[in-house]
């Protein structure tokens, strides 16, 4: 373990903190350590616990810990405050929050509703999502992990957006459907086991928080745009149904051949065959996210879907794959 690359982990008893744990135990290049920023309560003991290092978050651990990165996996309030002292102390930053996916203040203080202390770091932060932002993340100190729901959106939309087939005016809809772990391990009246089972809900309509990196990144406007997002009674999994119209007639062949052209090199982007339509089963405990076409050439409507788990390429094996990006490791180590 002594040649490995230290990466430190804040946040580790949380759904995507220790999801975060399990793929980096399996790196080869790679030494998770877990670094207290808090006093744990009763329920939060984990298997974690005994077989690696754990250090107390402080200047002694970032400077003198042997570490090259962090990991955030806490709140946006809680990275607010903490990062920073990661990038004054010289490491590299992963931020699986929220804290840094805005590009100004104003747009955090409308979907966050909280005043952002560092505007400097949100001008910085680089987006860390792969497919679209692979060079710049490579060079970055400072990466800031997408949102779930964002980044089954816009691995969906964007190559349409960027081809210039749609017809604007007849809009977007997403219909995005989440496991519960997306809300995280903080319980909610919502998140009760007896408010979801057998039940099937839409919460935070027209104001979700991850809307803006949806409009930001696919570069489609708000009033274009309508998301809804759904909590489904399982624990993980995201599963999206995208509604857009073509500029013209277009096939499923012509369709696939634009999103073929973006992501054939693509390890985590798969897209299926006419006909199939992928389901949580096909991504779930996996760095994928797969993508199905149904197109109507007589209509020029068209229905993406696209499926991804929430707590791996929506958070813990996205955050490792960009982790690989900055520190020339391959893409792929750990995920595949």
Not at 54 to 62: F, I, K, N, T
Not at 159 to 170: F, K, M, Q, S, T
Request: glycine share 8%; with cysteine; proline share 5%.
């Amino acid at each position: 373990m002594g040649d490995r690359i230290r990466a430190g982990i804040v946040g580790f008893t949380g759904y995507s903190g220790a999801e975060l744990v399990k793929i980096l135990e399996r790196h080869r290049q790679v030494e998770p350590v877990l670094l207290e920023h808090r006093t744990r309560t009763e329920d939060e003991t984990s298997f974690l616990d005994g077989h690696l290092q754990r250090l107390p978050w402080g200047d002694e651990a970032l400077r003198d810990g042997g570490l090259a990165v962090v990991f955030f996996a806490t709140p946006h309030e809680v990275s607010l405050e903490l990062v920073p002292k990661a990038l004054d102390a010289g490491l590299k930053v992963i931020d699986l929050s929220a804290a840094f996916r805005l590009r100004t203040v104003g747009n955090y203080q409308r979907w966050y509703n909280l005043e952002h202390n560092r505007p400097d770091l949100l001008a910085e932060a680089v987006y860390g999502l792969p497919e679209y932002f692979r060079n710049v993340t490579k060079v970055a100190r400072l990466v800031s992990n997408p949102g779930c729901y964002p980044t089954a959106a816009n691995l969906s939309l964007r190559p349409l957006v960027i081809e210039g087939v749609l017809d604007r005016e007849a809009g977007v809809i997403c219909d995005a459907k989440s496991g519960v772990s997306g809300a995280g391990k903080k319980l909610s009246p919502r998140t009760h086991f007896s408010a979801v089972t057998q039940n099937f809900s839409a919460y935070a309509v027209l104001v979700h928080r991850h809307v803006p990196e949806l409009l930001l990144t696919s570069d489609v406007e708000e009033h274009e745009l309508s998301f809804t997002a759904q909590l489904l009674p399982v624990h993980r999994g995201i599963l999206e149904t995208i509604y857009v119209r073509t500029a013209e007639s277009m096939s499923y062949d012509e369709i696939a051949a634009i999103y073929r052209k973006v992501y054939n090199d693509e390890p985590f982007v798969r897209i299926f065959p006419e006909g199939e339509l992928p389901d949580l089963q096909t991504v779930n405990y996996t760095n994928f996210c797969d993508i199905g076409i149904k197109a109507d050439p007589k209509t020029k409507r068209v229905v993406i879907v696209a499926a991804i788990d929430n707590l791996v390429k929506g958070a813990a094996g996205q955050a490792v794959q960009n982790m690989n990006l900055v520190l020339g490791l391959p893409e792929t180590e750990a995920l595949l």
